[in-house]
Each structure stands twice: as structure tokens, then as C-alpha cells.
């Protein structure tokens, strides 16, 4: 093997060829021809990747190697570990997309002239781009020798998708591959915060993130002028720099330390701080930052880290420029902030806070505030009121962060926000928004959270609206009745009962799924990447909560998602692989074109051979899935091509599909009858408890 060749663990192997970790132990076990460990550990080896590509390759189990699949394969083999490669290849990939003419050129000698001459060309680039020195960034010959096959395997990927979209491929592997190293900001708070912080007028803004950590706050800046970062991680800082670099045109200037304790950009004057500070840090600064002249509302408590965060963003402003700061809502109401808080109110610092919905970013278990914040200038009067908007409400909070309705909860915000920046008043909206009269809040607590000042909406949407749910429930409950199934039948009876006594003596041998994938009758796609974000257009991803609730698609790929999104058809079946229970759902033509989600597997049926319902029918049989699962310390795995079905042919198929579609239709009837039960109950209780409905 070639001193510096990529390797590639079981997990990586098993990604290649499109299977599960298990079928890759079972090779190693069963074919003596099966490539040899180079590196790892006994219980975690890796393998040569070029070996493991031929392997495959001649037992018929991969065509071909995607292009993106081999350059992240190189980056997790480095050498030099995913980080350094993933440095090297964002360099490479930022002189391609903004000296595209220079790479050709390079990539035409060898490997090893490419290592000595690359430094140069990047070197000019990345000093014009991020205003670096060589020594941060710009890596030396000896350490770009490991990498050049990388470098030219991410060429040849940002040909084929783009430079921007290569990068964001790459990166976003690392970090699913990282998920406890780093803490990120999901897309759809980033995308609300920059829309709150964009400015109606003027040129294009200069951005400043304290905190910056991947970059997705200053990523989600529209047409930004020039973009400030700060982080106390180099290698994210470095990763984040080439991020932006290549996402926008913008200057881009991200500097590694802790933005309290050792400001990069003391003197920047910035027309919009995004940020996403570390929560609950008590070894902040307090000590040696007593006298620091940020503090002008106050100098926070050791256990307001946040609030020190808060003046920092307002230091950092122009005079009317605007932050906007991602907070826990204890910082709205800690009695040791209070004082803080009044003066912020008090000079018009403060402008706005939004409650948003549990689960939108880390840490997910509690419902965040965003901080909306305005530098006062001079001999501008401050404002009165103070915007507070609630979107915890249950139509638009879902049931956890796999399911927010972050395009609802984005227009709410921005619907009550607007008119407000506008006029400095909004009106009010029971349970949702309120401009609220500082002279209010100034009291001995100064409790800033939106929920304890804004007046609850009518229960269930008020008397009249109850009577239409009461009136849903009883249509409901009427076509559940319909659809009650008939008495169910012994087995030989029923087949009595449509006149085929033959069939009733002799159960039907079973064939199993993976079977009926090998010869044909179906193929089997494994879900990929599917995220709960708002962008500007995503696409629609079937997550597994949705399969589960039996919803509309909820999720969304955003632009520049790391894989080729698997597509739903009418027909298709779906199967959850985690969680156990029994579950398999038929894709219609409304969910048709949607994208298939993680932890789902899709069983596409040949319609001659197959009958979808048929199939889905006797997947969601509780033997069936038992004998297919398998059993981990926190979870079970099912093996979907373990799962059998009875060998019929299609007429039969099609006689057992009418049923089970019966079935779903029944169930389904159920489940939405019981939903508008739970809100007919719930706001009878609400209406009786506040007066708005007569006992």
C-alpha cells in the first residue's frame, strides 16, 4: 500500500456499497479474499481504500465508487485526520471557484509538483479572500504531499457540483460524523435571526458573529458587505473562514480567541452581531473584566454570562445598528440580571423578545429567546414599548424539533416584527404578540418572558370555534363507523366464505424481501440525509416521526444538502428501521416527490409481480417485523430484507391489498378522530377555566 493511501473503516465500507455494518462483518468472515486490515485497532480496523474499491468492484457489489463518496472517504483516511483534509481541500476548492483558470494548470503536473507549487497560487488567494497570513492557513509542501489525490478528486467533485455545494458536502459529513464535538445553530433560528437583523436601507452590511462557530449566522446573511467571525477553535475557525469565503463574495475576516476575553475586532464598528453565545458559563471573564468599559448597562454577574455576551453585541454596533442574540429564557428573568435588563429597557436598547418553540436549536429541551437588541443613538428618543411574541403555540411548535413548522413560526415572528420596527407599536394578538409599555416591565423582577405578558387566546379558538370541532368530531366518529371492519374469520372459513377451498389446504410457501430485491420484483433504497429546516425552497423529506404520525412530509433538504436525495413514487413502501413496532406506509400521490428520510428504508415494487398494499400488509405483520429485528442496548434495528411474504400470484395479491387498504383507511380515521377529540376536550377545559364558555 502507498505510504500515504486513504483508508476507510467497516462504517465507511459499509456506506460504499450501500448496506449495513453487518453484511461487512459477514464478508470479512466469509471470503478469505476479503482485503486486510492496514490500521485502526482490533476492534475498529480500517482498510486500504483502493483495495476495498476492487474488492467490491469484482464481487459485483459496486459498479462504480461515487465521486463524492470516494473524496469524503479520502478525507476521513488522511493522514493528517478529517480536519487538516478538510482545510486543504476548502483552499483548493476556493481557488477553483475564484481562479478557475489556474487550476488546470497545476493539475496537469505531478503529484508531487503540485505539492510544491500549490502554496503559491493558494497563498494569493486565501491573503486576498480571508486577509491571512501563510502561517494560519496556507498549508507547506510537506503537508499538502498526503493530500494532492484529495485535491484532485474535490476539483473534480466541485466540477461536478460546485465548488460552494463540494465544500458544504464534505463539512457536513464531518460534523454528522462529530455530533458532540461542536455546537450548532440549526438553519431555520439562523435564517429568522438574519432576517430580524437585515437592514431595510442602505449598502450592504458589515456582520460580526463573537461566536461564530461553523458559520451558519453569518452564512444566512443575504448580500452581506464584509463578514466577522470569532471563535476559540482554530480548525473551526479555519473551516468556517473557507465556508464563507466560498458561500458569498463578502470580505471575510474570522480570527481564533475568546471574543470576552481577547476581542479580535475591538475597533469594528458593525452594522449587524449575530450570535449564538455559550450558555450557563460561569469562567467567563468576571473576574479579570471588572472595569472592562463594554459593561455600560451594568457589570454582569458571574452567573450572567449571557447578559456580558449582550453588551458585547451592543459595543460592537454602529449607533442604530441591530443584534440579535439566541438566549436561554432564564436570562429573561434571573432576579441577578435584573438591573441589566432595566436599563436596557430604559435607553431602548432592547426592542424585542421571541419566545420560540422547544427543540429549535441546542440545548433542545427548552424553549430559547431571541434578543433583538438596537444601539441607541444619539438624540434619538427611546422607545416606549417593548415587543414580546410567543410562537410556543402547539400549531406551530409540532411535537419536538423533528416536526417545528419553521416557515410558520418565521412568518409569525416577521408579521409581528415588522409593523413594529416600523412604527414602534404592532397590534395585539392574543397569545401570540404584544408591544408592551416599558413603564410596565420596570418592576422589582423586570420578567422579560413573552408568555407572562401576553394575554391567552380564546379557548379553542373561542365558543364557535369549539362548535365546529365538536361538529368535525361527530363527521369523524360517523365515517369511522363506516369503515368499522366486518367480523373477522377463521382462516379456512373466510377462504370458504369466497369459494377456494384449494387454497385453504395448503399455506403458501414464503419468499423473503431480499429475495424478491435479487430477482427483481422489487429494489431497495436506503433514506438519506432529510433535515427540519426553513429555507428558501426545499425540498419536502418523509421523515421517520412522519411515517410514524402518519403526517404529510415535515422535513426539508436544504441547498447544498451532503447526498443525492432518494425520491418517493406513488406505489412506493416504507419502511422505519428503528424504533421497533410494526409500521409500513404506502406512498400516495401527495407525498409522491418528496424525499426519502433517514432511518427509512423503500421498497419500490415491480407492479407486475407485486402489489404494494399487499406488500405493505404483511410487513406490518407483528411475527414478520419480531423475526426480522434485531436488538441493540438502546435500540431495535430491523432487517427489512428478512422480512417474508407468502409466494401469491398477483390476483390474490390485489384480493389481500383491498383489505389492508381498509385497514389503513380505518386506522387512519381513528387516528384523526382522536386528535379532534384531544382539542374538542382540551378547549372545553380551557373555556370553562377562563369564562368563555358557559358551564
Known sequence: MPEHAAEVTAAGIARLAGVGRAAVSNWRRRHADFPRPVGGTETSPSFALADVEGWLRAQGKLAEVPLRERVWQQVAGHPAEAVTALAHAGCVLLLVRDRSSAWPKLAAVSDERIAETLPVALEEVLTERLGVERSVLTPSP?????????????????????????????????LDANPRQYTLTPPGPAALMAALAAPTEGPRPTVLDPASGTGTLLRAVEHPGALHGQDTDPDLAALTALRLALASDADVRVRTGDSLRADAFPHLTADTVLCHPPFNERNWGHDELAYDPRWEYGFPARTESELAWVQHALARLRPGGTAVLLMPPAAASRRSGRRIRADLLRRGALRAVVALPAGAAPPYG??????????????????????????????????????????????????????????????????????????????????????????PPAAGGGAAELLAVRDRLAETLGRTVALTPPPALPADAATRAVGDPAAAAARPTGVTVGELARTGALELRAGGTGTTSFTGAPTRVLTDNDVFAAQPPSGALPDGAPEEPVLLAPGDVVVPVLGGGSLARVV????????????????????????????????????????????????????????????????????????????????????????????????????????????
Open 588 to 695: 400516495d400521490t401527495a407525498t409522491a416527490g418528496a424525499a426519502l428520510g433517514r432511518n427509512l428504508q423503500l421498497l419500490r415494487p415491480d407492479p407486475a409481480a407485486l402489489d404494494p398494499w399487499f406488500l405493505a400488509g404483511f410487513l406490518r405483520g407483528t411475527t414478520n417485523t419480531r423475526q426480522a429485528s434485531s436488538y441493540a442496548s438502546t435500540a431495535t434495528r430491523l432487517d427489512v430484507r428478512r422480512l417474508q411474504l407468502p409466494r401469491l400470484p398477483l390476483t390474490e395479491q390485489q384480493r389481500y391489498g383491498e383489505r389492508f387498504r381498509a385497514l389503513a383507511e380505518f386506522e387512519d380515521a381513528l387516528r384523526l378522530a382522536g386528535r379532534i377529540g384531544e382539542q374538542l376536550v382540551q378547549g372545553l377545559f380551557d373555556g370553562l377555566a377562563d369564562g368563555t364558555v358557559a358551564p
Open 366 to 455: 427548552i424553549p430559547l429567546h431571541l434578543w433583538v437588541l438596537r444601539k441607541p443613538a444619539a438624540g434619538v428618543t427611546p422607545s416606549p414599548e417593548l415587543l414580546l411574541v410567543d410562537t410556543t403555540a402547539d400549531h406551530l411548535a409540532g411535537a419536538g424539533r423533528d416536526k417545528l413548522d419553521w416557515q410558520a413560526v418565521h412568518t409569525a415572528v416577521l408579521d409581528a416584527w415588522l409593523p413594529f420596527d416600523k412604527h414602534g407599536t404592532v397590534t395585539e394578538t392574543p397569545g401570540a404578540s404584544r408591544s408592551v409599555p416599558v413603564i410596565e416591565l420596570l418592576d422589582d423582577d423586570v420578567d422579560l418572558a413573552p408568555a407572562r405578558h401576553l394575554p
Open 142 to 174: 510537506a503537508e499538502l504531499g498526503p493530500s494532492v489525490p484529495l485535491l484532485r478528486g474535490a476539483a473534480d467533485l466541485a466540477a461536478e457540483i460546485g465548488a460552494r455545494q463540494a465544500f458544504e458536502f464534505l463539512l457536513g459529513r464531518h
